[in-house]
């Protein structure tokens, strides 16, 4: 069974920092991991992703703020934010790509269960 975790968030003064952590176990192959946020009424965007390859996506409001990296070896993603902002509030749910099985033909889509992240002005 494919298990997603996350951990780190929680409430920061404005121009805080705070780093968030996401392991992903059960799976067979990953093939990225990222972060994506949501606030209540607004659909979920992205915030940043990673393939195992080490290509990087991210939305433009968190470039030269937040920086993704990860560990493939144990199958775990972070997330460093950095200059944290009040409009980054928000719900921060990790997605993971992969297939679950040795030979499994499609690439499935992981969530993790959201950490909160809050900034106060």
């Known amino acids: 069974q494919v298990q997603v975790v996350e951990s780190g968030g929680g409430l920061v003064q404005a121009g805080g920092t705070l780093r968030l952590s996401c392991a992903v176990s059960g799976i067979a192959r990953v093939d990225a991991m990222g972060w994506y946020r949501q606030t209540p009424g607004a659909q979920r965007e992205l915030v940043a992703t990673?393939?195992?390859?080490?290509?990087?996506d991210s939305a433009e409001s968190v470039k030269g703020r937040f920086t993704i990296s990860r560990v493939n070896a144990n199958n775990t993603v972070y997330l460093q934010m950095n200059t944290l902002k009040p409009e980054d509030t928000a719900g921060y749910y990790c997605n993971v790509k992969g297939r679950p099985f040795f030979g499994s033909r499609g690439v499935v889509d992981y969530w993790g269960q959201g950490t909160q992240v809050t900034v106060s002005s």
């Open positions: 990673m393939t195992t390859g080490g290509l990087t």
